[in-house]
């Protein structure tokens, strides 16, 4: 809705603080936008204005180490702008506002060259008067691991118990596809956070790797940095996918995407291995969240299945939340009161029959 339906269809809500999230991601470029309702809970905005841009800022940059395309930095001066823009329309302080980068400019920013630098101040220029923080991959790991315990929990069935393994070590991986790395939380089974860690390969920089060599060689590049970086002590029987192309499969794998789980190494294995297989142009009348990501429908089946595989995954969920949702609750959680917090926390992590 627009601001204007948007002020006269929550004229309650629209006296409290509002609060504005911008992830600048490595593919995408989003706002998200936040009040609390009537229970004190933070929920997401709904509004008309465009909020989700696809700039590609880390496209080509493995042939160009840690320099933007200027097609690709144009693209995002102008979402940013329009971010900008959006935010003031919404009157929301500058307080309320957090923004950060990841994957993309992290490689920009450690470039350190005269160009680099000024490519940085470009975009901080039109995002004015806001700012944004480009954040370690420990950082993007952390946001990724709150949003998905902000999740709301799953009624998943019973028999996945069994999966779960003992109290004292991990059973459950969070994975977040990104369009520069892939971000991975796991947890104890009462949702303790166990471990975090960062594959510097995602979306678009594996798809630059199938392109020039083929998919077997984005397979195997994802497969060293996994085993190079991640460390799992025992099999992780439940994987929970988030990020925006895996949420797309989940519309193609999950007939109920209420409930987007599969069960089984065999039956999950089967689904991606359709998927990896199947024509990008069959989706051209799915829905647009499908068929905007179908050119990177088969990678992401092969890279979530190597995953699957490697940690010997029996449970294959997939969460509907995003880095922003993390920062909103970072916000709110500031604006609280000191030792006072009004958030309520499902964990979807705990699996207790």
Not at 238 to 250: D, I
Not at 263 to 270: E, L, N
Not at 337 to 346: E, P, T, W
Request: charged share 25%; glycine share 6%.
């Amino acid at each position: 809705m627009s601001k204007k339906a948007w002020e006269k269809g929550n004229a309650a809500e629209a006296l409290t603080p509002c609060y504005a999230a911008v992830d600048i991601g490595s593919n995408k470029i989003r706002l998200a936008l936040y009040t609390l309702n009537a229970q004190g809970d933070v929920v997401e905005v709904d509004i008309s204005e465009k909020r989700k841009f696809t700039c590609a800022l880390a496209e080509g940059m493995t042939s160009d180490k840690g320099v933007i395309k200027e097609e690709k930095l144009v693209a995002a001066e102008k979402a940013l702008k329009k971010i900008a823009a959006l935010i003031k329309e919404y009157n929301i302080p500058s307080g309320n506002v957090s923004a950060v980068a990841t994957a993309a400019l992290r490689a920009v920013e450690k470039a350190g060259t005269a160009k680099t630098v000024k490519q940085i101040g470009r975009l901080r220029t039109v995002f004015l008067p806001y700012d944004f923080e480009i954040i370690s991959e420990e950082e993007e790991a952390r946001l990724v691991a709150e949003a998905a315990q902000g999740a709301p929990m799953y009624k998943l069935p019973s028999k996945i118990i069994q999966h779960v393994g003992s109290p004292n070590t991990p059973h459950l991986m969070v994975a977040g596809f990104g369009g520069g790395s892939t971000e991975f939380c796991m947890f104890h089974r009462e949702g303790a956070l166990h471990d975090l860690t960062v594959v510097p390969q995602g979306v678009l920089t594996l798809t630059e790797i199938q392109k020039n060599m083929g998919m077997e060689a984005a397979k195997q590049a994802f497969r060293r940095a996994l085993k190079k970086t991640v460390v799992v002590p025992n099999a992780l029987p439940v994987v929970c996918a988030t990020g925006g192309v895996w949420r797309a499969l989940s519309h193609v794998l999950c007939e109920d995407s209420r409930m987007p789980f599969l069960i089984g190494q065999k039956v999950i294995t089967a689904a991606l291995d359709a998927v990896a297989v199947r024509p990008t142009d069959s989706y051209k009348n799915c829905s647009s969240q499908v068929s905007e990501r179908a050119p990177f429908m088969p990678l992401a089946a092969e890279i979530l299945g190597v995953i699957i595989k490697e940690v010997g995954a029996e449970v294959l969920v997939f969460l509907d939340k995003k880095m922003c949702d993390a920062l909103a609750l970072r916000l709110h959680q500031k604006a609280c009161l000191a030792g006072r917090s009004d958030l309520r926390h499902n964990n979807p992590f705990s699996l207790q029959a």
